[in-house]
């Protein structure tokens, strides 16, 4: 079985940052891309930045210049660094990755979400 735990979340001004950490734990093979996704209340789930195995990586227009992405494949973990945090920033955070299990199949598993909350 495979997990991930996402954390990092919390309260912050408008104009701050904070560091999203998302760990992958269990039976894995091997990792494929990893990636953040944020939902508000009412709305779809949204992509906010992927990052491949090899390292590439892309983001939603509305956090371009703003958030980070990055990965340490020795701890199967990936990384959001959020900075100029504007209000409507505000939602869930969601890891997601696709992953090559135990099973020999890769699926896709979901972490449980971290709330981000920017308001002063």
């Known amino acids: 079985q495979v997990q991930l735990v996402e954390s990092g979340g919390g309260l912050v001004q408008p104009g701050g940052s904070l560091r999203l950490s998302c760990a992958a734990s269990g039976r894995i093979i091997s990792m494929g891309h990893m990636a953040w996704y944020r939902q508000v209340p009412g709305k779809q789930r949204e992509l906010v930045a992927t990052?491949?195995?090899?390292?590439?990586?892309n983001y939603a227009d509305l956090v371009m210049g703003r958030f980070t992405i990055s990965r340490d494949k020795s701890k199967n973990t990936v990384y959001l660094q959020m900075n100029s945090l504007k209000p409507e920033d505000t939602a869930v955070y969601y890891c997601?990755?696709?992953?090559?299990?135990?099973?020999?199949?890769?699926?896709?598993?979901w972490g449980q979400g971290t709330q981000v909350t920017v308001s002063s």
């Open positions: 997601e990755s696709k992953i090559l299990d135990s099973g020999l199949r890769w699926s896709q598993y």
């Open positions: 990052i491949t195995h090899g390292g590439s990586t």
